[in-house]
């Protein structure tokens, strides 16, 4: 019972029953037709049969009024299957088979009848004629069904015989057929029990026609393939972000050491180690700050103040904030354009700052920086453009991935942490933007971020 319980439950089961069940009642449905179909075929030909005879008869009597046993015996013999009876005053007076002593009805058929006699099944026909000596006589047309009778049962006992043999094969083809059908899908089953998190690198392999299992297949692939990239994205955040706690602490801990070692009669040392701490830790703080930020976007939880904001005021706004701080670079702008953006002010403006930052980072002595913005239709562009240092080929793909740094040594030293670009990118994805970097080594870079017409309210 439990074997058959839990079989019951796969897929193969049901498919094969369910397949098995529509061939069967389509069996059963065409055995009905053919031996229906059958018997009324057989039964109309006896019918036709007696008809014609009864017509044979007829065309006897227009010719001459009187019909002699010599002329019934004729048309008999003519009609190997019918017998005649010729009846008076309802007496069989001549009959040309043996059911002379048969009861048949002596009325006056226009049609021929069915009559089941004890174990006779008979069709006849009555035709009544007077004769020369005006006597009413009938003349009786009649058929025995027997062997039809006895064909349609011997088919009716093959189409039985048939359907229990065709519902067996029909269950074992069924079954057969059902799990060659599902073997891709016990193949995808058995694979993907292979996949487990410590090794993401295994796919599924459908082999055959692009049908909806290879589909499956690919979809499963493409999903593990998303699973990986996270997986490997977040196992990488990890370790880069124990690597940059791990170089301010290494530092922090090396100051302690000389503190307690020589701080205490050295007041330079004592200085100059405290000073160094305190920067570390500042930058330890910046780094968690930002760590903070970015997991607030990755759970949804950093929530948008849009509000209404010229774009061109907050770009002004932001050259003279970086003409005061940075009074040794030349930063301006050459276009730009009135637009009213409803956006998150706050936002913009730290990706616009996170931008130039970058660009001051890696900028050369006579650092220039132009910011320019420029409407276009259903869109707005942002350009930030520099002369510094250039990124290579190989580095631009990657910029804005989190901790990513094109040069980690010069980075470390200048306190950047590789987060700041990928906050650009969130940024800019959150707004329904698009940005992308242009840049040949050596000859500046140049960002380009614009902002759809849905963020857009001139």
Not at 45 to 58: A, D, G, K, L
């Amino acid at each position: 019972m439990k074997w058959v319980k839990i079989n019951m439950q796969k897929i193969t089961f049901r498919l094969t029953m369910k397949y098995t069940l529509f061939f069967f009642i389509t069996l059963i449905c065409m055995s009905a037709i053919i031996l229906f179909s059958t018997k009324y075929y057989l039964y109309n030909q006896s019918y036709q049969e007696i008809e014609n005879v009864s017509q044979t008869i007829q065309h006897k009597l227009n010719s001459s009024k009187d019909l002699n046993n010599e002329d019934l015996n004729d048309i008999s013999q003519m009609n190997e299957n019918v017998d005649l009876n010729l009846r008076k005053n309802n007496e069989v007076i001549f009959s040309t088979g043996e059911i002379y002593d048969l009861k048949i009805p002596m009325d006056k058929t226009l049609k021929p009848n069915s009559l089941e006699l004890g174990e006779s099944n008979l069709i006849y026909l009555n035709n009544e004629f007077i004769n020369s000596k005006n006597e009413v006589l009938y003349i009786q047309v009649i058929k025995d069904m027997d062997n039809e009778r006895e064909f349609i049962v011997v088919l009716f006992w093959i189409l039985i015989i048939i359907n229990i043999v065709a519902f067996g094969v029909s269950i074992i083809l069924g079954f057969l057929m059902s799990k060659k059908a599902l073997q891709p899908i016990e193949k995808i089953t058995n694979q993907a029990k292979e996949i487990s998190v410590s090794d993401l690198t295994k796919r599924i392999n459908i082999d055959g026609p692009d049908d909806e299992l290879k589909r499956l297949a690919d979809t499963f692939n493409t999903m593990i393939s998303s699973i990986e990239y996270g997986y490997e994205k977040q196992n990488r955040f990890a370790l880069d972000a124990s690597h940059e706690l791990a170089t301010p602490l290494a530092v922090i801990k090396g100051y302690i050491d000389i503190i307690s070692r020589w701080g205490k009669n050295n007041p330079k040392v004592l200085e100059e180690g405290i000073d160094s701490i305190k920067k570390e830790i500042s930058n330890m703080t910046k780094l968690l700050d930002t760590l903070l930020f970015l997991a607030k976007n990755d759970n949804d939880i950093m929530k948008l103040e849009k509000n209404t904001f010229w774009l061109n005021e907050l770009i002004i706004e932001i050259v003279k904030e970086n003409k005061i701080i940075h009074k040794e670079i030349d930063i301006n702008y050459d276009i730009n354009e009135a637009a009213l953006l409803y956006s998150d002010r706050r936002l913009i403006k730290q990706m616009m700052r996170a931008i130039i930052d970058n660009s001051i980072k890696y900028s050369k002595k006579d650092c220039r920086i132009r910011i320019n913005s420029k409407c276009y239709g259903d869109k707005v562009e942002i350009k930030i453009k520099d002369n510094g240092i250039g990124i290579s080929p190989e580095d631009l793909p990657n910029i804005f991935d989190r901790f990513y740094r094109v040069d980690k040594a010069r980075t470390r030293d200048l306190g950047g942490s590789g987060l700041g670009l990928s906050i650009v990118k969130w940024i800019v994805d959150t707004h329904g933007g698009n940005i992308k970097a242009h840049s040949n080594e050596g000859e500046g870079a140049c960002f380009f971020i614009t902002i759809p017409t849905e963020n857009l309210r001139v």
